[in-house]
């Protein structure tokens, strides 16, 4: 089975640009998290997703938003681009919210602000 | 809020030999997860192991294990006969068991270098 995809891998914008991230989890997989991680910093939450509803949220600006849809893969959508959001973006998936389910990271998606 | 704190920037062991790397931690719950996490280089983080907090024993994974003393809200991973695939950053995260929000809360992180 595939893992946990991620599109684009790398991504150049300018400052006060708009982007979206896409993420599509393992086959059968109800949650999706996203995932922040500055360089030389550990990941940092920013959404958790489960059944198409927002179950949490990181203490990140309104200027995230993020949804899942009926097929489960979901978009992170980030607006008005800073410099700081330069980062290495990561989705992971999991069975479901509840529980020791594992998440399963994907590749990431490295988003450069220019 | 629960907080993951990672000592050890960097360290390095020869091939073959024992590591260990150390991770503390904070919070006001009784009840929670625990994970080691690798991140190579090509960075798709992989789960190394994982530590339920009402279980004394601690666990272990072939040549991974921990070492859990939840009275000092530490957890530490020690790696035994380390190869060069080992090399990788290391992340500590903590996850609540109970609420509806499961996020991990992640530690900066341990660069590890095995060396030939």
């Known amino acids: 089975d595939a893992g946990v995809t991620q599109s684009p891998t790398h991504l150049i914008k300018t400052r006060g640009q708009q982007v979206t991230l896409r993420c599509s989890p393992i086959?059968?997989?109800?949650?999706v998290s996203w995932y922040q991680q500055v360089l030389g910093q550990g990941p940092q939450f920013i959404f958790q997703?489960?059944?198409?509803?927002?179950?949490g949220r990181g203490n990140f600006p309104d200027r995230f938003s993020a949804r899942q849809f009926p097929n489960y893969s979901s978009e992170l959508n980030v607006n008005a681009l800073l410099l700081g959001d330069s980062a290495l973006y990561l989705c992971?998936?999991?069975?479901?919210?509840?529980?020791?389910?594992?998440?399963?990271f994907g590749p990431g998606t490295r988003l450069t602000v220019t | 809020a629960q907080t993951v704190t990672q000592s050890q920037p960097e360290m390095s062991v020869q091939e073959a030999e024992t590591v260990t790397l150390s991770c503390t931690y904070d919070t006001s719950e009784n009840n929670y997860y625990l994970f080691w996490y690798k991140q190579p280089p090509s960075r798709q983080m992989i789960l190394v192991i994982r530590q339920e907090a009402y279980k004394q024993q601690n666990a272990t994974e072939n040549r991974f294990s921990v070492n859990f003393q939840k009275a000092a809200k530490s957890f530490s991973l020690k790696i035994s006969d380390s190869q060069l695939g080992d090399t990788a950053m290391y992340f500590c995260a903590f996850r609540n068991s109970g609420g509806s929000n499961y996020k991990l809360t992640f530690g900066k992180g341990t660069l590890l270098t095995v060396n030939p």
């Open positions: 992971a998936s999991s069975l479901s919210a509840v529980g020791l389910y594992e998440q399963y």
């Open positions: 086959s059968g997989h109800k949650s």
């Open positions: 997703y489960y059944e198409k509803e927002e179950r």
